[in-house]
């Protein structure tokens, strides 16, 4: 069965420090990847997306995610977070065959002064 | 604005009780899914429709049902209210490609008392 894995629920950094979030993913070919972001009492915005071709994929307000296909992962990072990146983070993975999105449980990001 | 409208964005109502939450896709978009987001559930799939067909189900339970219209928007219909079901409910929209992920609604916070 498909499965996604964000393995930490709660991450604390500092403004200014580099951030990274993990997703591990199980499913037997490349599906699609995705990382959303939600902030208090918003809705789900996207940051980035992964389908084929470099393996390293830019998004908006300085993320970016590496697709590694060994480790079955596709973690976010950022070099430098600002107060305002403190939000949930959500990996998800999807497949056309599925026809549908599967979500982490999330990652609270806290950022500290 | 994501381009995914969702009303209302806050519905108080008593246990026991119908309600109706509504949502219209973006523009061009053909399928619609519904998400339950609780704190201790996280974020569940619920239902997806796909031109007016349901086309997948998720944890839905046998109260809610839901709908999606000629103009392509959608209703979800909860019934016999319970505490446990105040969440903030989450509609998205993706187009027939897959391929940009979903967008999603701003959500409407439902709260049964």
């Known amino acids: 069965a498909q499965s996604v894995t964000q393995p930490d629920i709660h991450i604390t950094v500092s403004e200014g420090a580099s951030l990274e979030l993990r997703c591990n993913y199980s499913y037997g070919a490349t599906p699609y990847l995705f990382w959303y972001v939600q902030s208090p009492g918003q809705g789900l915005q996207l940051l980035l997306k992964?389908?084929?071709?470099?393996?390293l994929v830019q998004g908006i307000k300085g993320f970016e995610a590496e697709f590694k296909r060994s480790q079955s992962s596709f973690n976010l990072r950022k070099p430098s977070v600002h107060w305002s990146d403190a939000a949930e983070y959500f990996c998800?993975?999807?497949?056309?065959?599925?026809?549908?999105?599967?979500f982490g449980a999330g990652t609270q990001v806290v950022v500290t002064p | 604005d994501s381009g995914v409208t969702q009303t209302p964005k806050h519905l108080i109502t008593a246990t026991g009780q119908r309600v109706t939450l509504r949502c219209s896709p973006r523009s061009g978009d053909l399928s619609v899914y519904w998400y339950q987001q609780s704190l201790d559930q996280g974020l569940q799939f619920l239902i997806q429709y796909y031109n007016g067909e349901e086309r997948a189900k998720g944890n839905i339970l046998e109260r809610f049902s839901a709908q999606q219209f000629p103009d392509l928007h959608s209703e979800l219909n909860l019934s016999s209210l319970e505490l446990g079901d105040s969440a903030l409910y989450f509609c998205?929209?993706?187009?027939?490609?897959?391929?940009?992920?979903?967008?999603f609604g701003s959500g409407t916070r439902l709260t049964v008392v």
């Open positions: 992964y389908f084929s071709g470099d393996t």
């Open positions: 998800a993975v999807g497949a056309r065959s599925w026809g549908k999105f599967q």
């Open positions: 998205a929209s993706s187009n027939p490609e897959f391929n940009y992920g979903y967008t």
